[in-house]
C-alpha cells in the first residue's frame, strides 16, 4: 500500500496526490451519483407512455436552488439527485482551487496565493452571484 504522506510534512508531492485524488473521487462520486438517478429516473417513468415529440412542450422549472435540490433528494426525486450529481462535478474543481490556495499557504508561496484566490473569488461570485437561496 503506498503511503499517501510523506516523511516530511505535506510536501509538495504529497498536495499534488492528494489533490489529484480528490479530483479523481470527484468525478467517480459525481458519475455515481448521476447513474443512480438515471436508475431512479427510468424505474419511476420507465412504463410510462412516449410521449410526442411532435410538439415541443418545454419543461417547468425546477430544482434552481440548493434547497430544492436537498427536498428532491430526500424525496427520492429522480431529477434531483441527478442534479445532485451535477452539483458535485462542479464543486470538484472548485475543491481543487482551493486545495491549491491552502499548498500554496503551506509553501508560503505569495505570487500563486493571490492569484489562486483570485481565480478561486471569481469563480465563487460567478456561481454564487445568480444563485437563488
Known amino acids: 500500500m503506498k ?7 505535506f510536501a509538495d508531492q504529497d498536495i499534488e496526490q492528494f489533490i489529484g485524488l480528490q479530483l479523481r473521487y470527484g468525478v467517480v462520486t459525481a458519475s455515481l451519483i448521476v447513474l443512480f ?5 427510468l424505474a419511476q417513468s420507465g412504463q410510462m ?7 415541443f412542450i418545454g419543461v417547468s422549472g425546477g430544482y434552481t436552488s440548493f434547497g430544492q435540490i436537498i427536498t428532491g433528494v430526500k424525496n427520492m426525486q429522480a431529477k434531483g439527485v441527478i442534479e445532485l450529481g451535477v452539483v458535485v462535478l462542479i464543486a470538484t474543481p472548485i475543491l481543487r482551487i482551493f486545495f491549491s490556495l491552502i499548498g500554496f499557504i503551506m509553501e508560503k508561496d505569495k505570487m500563486y496565493i493571490v492569484i ?3 481565480v478561486l473569488t471569481v469563480m465563487m461570485l460567478s456561481i454564487f452571484g445568480g ?3
Open 49 to 55: 407512455p412516449l410521449p410526442a415529440y411532435h410538439h
Open 116 to 118: 489562486t484566490t483570485i
Open 3 to 9: 503511503k499517501l504522506i510523506s516523511k516530511h510534512f
Open 131 to 133: 444563485l437563488k437561496i
Open 37 to 41: 438517478g438515471g436508475l431512479i429516473y
